[in-house]
């Protein structure tokens, strides 16, 4: 079985901290990808990668930035969180052109 | 571009009725076709995937979902839904040579005892 998992199930930070969200597949899947989900918004894409050190923007990239320096991590950064990145946070991967895995999700509350 | 609509954004049910959630999709050429389901505070978990061959698709906990060309569309289905099956559905397409799967806004399930 595919697995993703992701480094925390809920996270509270402070206003201006600098935030690391850490994604980890086993599958040497090729593809990656950060998205955020808010209700009524549905899964909005913040970045992906198609390989090491590749990454493009996504929808709302605003904010985020992120790091793919081995095949089977991609993380998210927070540079400086604010409010309104509190949001749920899901990683997905996928190889070539198969199913994305999705992670269980981050709940990053912003105080 | 490719696009996915789930018309409803909620559906309720009676435990033991059968179920049919629609999605439709915008794309030229034959895509590949996902359903997700995802319960409270948890993850996407993939139910079922179509990218070529039988229509008809089988998935996991007694879901399946059928891909009709002719109307743009790939509706899930059960026979007899039972209270676990309350959760989020997301519908999601992906078009050949895309990285990236666009996902419908999703549909809430009720499931009444």
């Known amino acids: 079985d595919v697995k993703v998992t992701q480094s925390s199930r809920y996270l509270v930070k402070r206003t201006g901290e600098k935030v690391f969200l850490e994604c980890v597949q086993d599958m040497d899947h090729e593809n990656m990808f950060w998205y955020r989900q808010d209700p009524g918004l549905g899964l909005r894409l913040i970045y992906f990668s198609y390989d090491v050190k590749m990454k493009e923007k996504g929808d709302i990239p605003e904010g985020y930035s992120v790091s793919r320096e081995k095949k089977e991590r991609f993380s998210l950064i927070l540079e400086s969180a604010s409010t309104n990145q509190t949001s749920m946070y899901l990683c997905?991967?996928?190889?070539?052109?198969?199913?994305?895995?999705f992670g269980p999700g981050t709940r990053l509350t912003v105080t | 571009a490719q696009s996915v609509t789930q018309p409803d954004i909620h559906i309720t049910v009676s435990e033991g009725a059968s179920l049919e959630l629609r999605c439709n999709y915008s794309?030229?050429?034959?895509?590949?076709l996902f359903w997700y389901v995802q319960s409270p505070g948890q993850g996407l978990q993939l139910l079922l995937k179509y990218f070529s061959g039988d229509t008809l698709v089988q998935g996991i906990k007694g879901f399946e979902a059928e891909f009709k060309r002719s109307q743009s569309s790939f509706n899930l289905r059960k026979p007899s839904v039972h209270w676990s099956d309350a959760a989020e559905y997301f519908c999601?397409?992906?078009?050949?040579?895309?990285?990236?799967?666009?996902f419908g806004r999703g549909t809430s399930l009720i499931v009444h005892p």
């Open positions: 999601a397409v992906l078009s050949g040579g895309s990285y990236i799967p666009t």
């Open positions: 794309y030229g050429a034959t895509p590949y």
């Open positions: 997905a991967s996928r190889p070539g052109q198969g199913a994305a895995y």
